[in-house]
């Protein structure tokens, strides 16, 4: 057995406490909404939506790591949990144990951040994944039903059908209405994935915080909370461009029906691809080979 590599980043415990009370005092003021809202049986289809989509618990969210190779001096090993190990002077994350036992899992999620990263992106999609899932739909089926379309459903079904849907994202395709998976230049499946996955794509940069929440806690929890933070705008956004009237939620409508819409979409959309290139390359560089 070799013996553990010295950490490379020492934090005294007024460094590492500051960190940890940064972090939990930022992620609250996401989750005291939403856990309020839950309290009183309320939905809200922008701001709840990181928290029912993913697997990731608010507690898990709000719980700070400070990541691979760092010690932290004068923390107990009991307050962190099973994958931190004692040091003379307090603990660090056991790195080698951690991605032994996951070995297969952070193979998949690095080979699929780099694929992504190594690929063109398509900024040619305009949101026009959320209309196919609505397609040919009436209000009463449609998934955000206690909010109105903008358009009847004929005129939603007739957007859908004037645009080129190319959209390259299992996830999203997977939510098309039956009608119009066969209108999607592609068939993405999770086979696929790697694939297909293309960096300017909104729903593939919203995962970010996904993959970031799984390899946690290899990854400190300041990038886990900066993916959310991301994802949470490119939510935003999804919703601001999709057939639904969010206006009295103070969502104002992007109009990707129009050419006017589908330029502020591009734009917002070409924003999001160069921020979402950071985390990525983190996350990387977070998990070398």
Same mark, same amino acid.
Not at 10 to 28: G, I, K, T
Not at 96 to 125: K, M, N, Y
Not at 245 to 265: I, K, M, N, S
């Given at each position: ?18 960190? $940890?009370?940064?972090?939990?005092? $930022? ?12 309290? +009183? ?21 709000? +719980? ?32 080698? !144990? ?33 209309? !196919? ?9 449609? +998934? ?21 849907? $190319?959209?390259?994202?299992? @996830? ?7 009608? !119009? +998976? ?88 070409? @924003? ?13 560089? !977070?998990?070398?080979?």
């Amino acid at each position: 057995m070799t013996a553990a590599l010295a950490p490379a980043t020492v934090l005294d415990a007024a460094e590492w406490q500051a960190r $940890r009370r940064a972090h939990e005092e $930022r992620v609250d003021a996401w989750l005291t909404p939403h856990l309020a809202r839950r309290r +009183r049986g309320e939905k809200h289809p922008v701001e709840d939506f990181l928290f029912t989509y993913y697997s990731h618990r608010p507690a898990q969210l709000r +719980r700070w790591h400070p990541g691979a190779g760092v010690e932290l001096l004068g923390a107990d090993p009991a307050e962190f949990g099973r994958d931190y190990r004692a040091t003379a002077a307090g603990v660090t994350l056991d790195t080698d !144990a951690v991605r032994a036992r996951r070995a297969e899992s952070i193979r998949w999620i690095r080979s699929l951040l780099a694929a992504t990263a190594g690929r063109q992106p398509h900024f040619g999609c305009f949101g026009m994944h959320e209309w !196919a899932m609505v397609y040919r739909q009436t209000q009463a089926e449609v +998934r955000h039903n206690a909010w109105p379309l903008r358009l009847s459903p004929e005129q939603t079904a007739q957007a859908v059908e004037a645009s080129r849907i $190319r959209c390259s994202h299992f @996830d999203a395709y997977r939510f098309f209405t039956a009608p !119009a +998976r066969p209108l999607n230049l592609l068939t993405p499946t999770r086979e696929t994935q790697h694939a297909l996955e293309q960096p300017g794509c909104l729903h593939a940069n919203m995962d970010l915080y996904k993959w970031a929440y799984k390899l946690s806690p290899l990854v400190p929890g300041e990038l886990v909370a900066d993916a959310f933070a991301l994802a949470r705008e490119i939510r935003t956004l999804d919703m601001r461009a999709s057939p639904y009237d969010l206006a009295a939620l103070g969502y104002p409508p992007v109009r990707v029906e129009t050419p006017e819409g589908r330029a502020e979409y591009a734009v917002a959309q070409r @924003d999001f691809a160069a921020r979402a290139a950071v985390l990525r390359d983190r996350l990387l560089a !977070a998990v070398p080979e």
